[in-house]
């Protein structure tokens, strides 16, 4: 099956893409509460359980007390397995990519991420690859924070 980033693959600058993955121990449909929630990964270093969200059709906009207003669109959704969001960079409408897939192993599940499209935000590419750098950073704390929130012994968040 083709996703979104396939069908744009063939013209992205190799250092215009992030890829992680992280192995989680608890069933996709979990993990899938969380990746299905728009900007679940804007936080400080764990999952916000209440976050000030509004979802208007496939638009989102997230606000974090400490990180401002952040405008996010769905583009695709296939539960419990894939899903898709633009990240609107502030102050534009450009944004990044960002793909989750949930693959289903042995005691668990394959959490994989992957953002793209930094070099089409409209920034000289020295500005865009530190923004890069950060998010490289970012998404491993927030794959982390995403194993504690699935793993959580109970429903509560």
């Known amino acids: 099956m083709t996703t979104v980033q396939d069908a744009q693959q063939a013209d992205i600058d190799p ?3 992030i890829d992680r993955s992280i192995d989680i121990d608890a069933p996709a449909e979990r993990v899938w509460e969380l990746v299905s929630r728009p900007g679940w990964w804007i936080n400080e270093g764990e999952v916000d359980p209440e ?3 509004v979802l208007t059709g496939d638009e989102a906009v997230l606000r974090h007390p400490a990180y401002g207003e ?3 669109q769905v583009l695709a959704s296939r539960p419990p397995s894939y899903v898709s969001y633009r990240w609107v960079d502030a102050g534009s409408d450009a944004g990044t990519l960002v793909e989750f897939w949930i693959e289903p192993r042995e005691g668990g599940v394959t959490l994989r991420v992957a953002e793209s499209g930094f070099s089409g935000l409209g ?3 020295k500005d ?3 923004h890069r750098e950060g998010n490289v950073q970012g998404w491993a704390s927030e794959l982390g924070a995403a194993r504690t929130w699935a793993e959580r012994p109970g429903d509560a968040a």
């Open 70 to 72: 952040f405008r996010l």
């Open 123 to 125: 920034k000289a590419r």
């Open 15 to 17: 250092l215009d893409r």
């Open 51 to 53: 976050p000030d969200l």
């Open 128 to 130: 865009w690859l530190a």
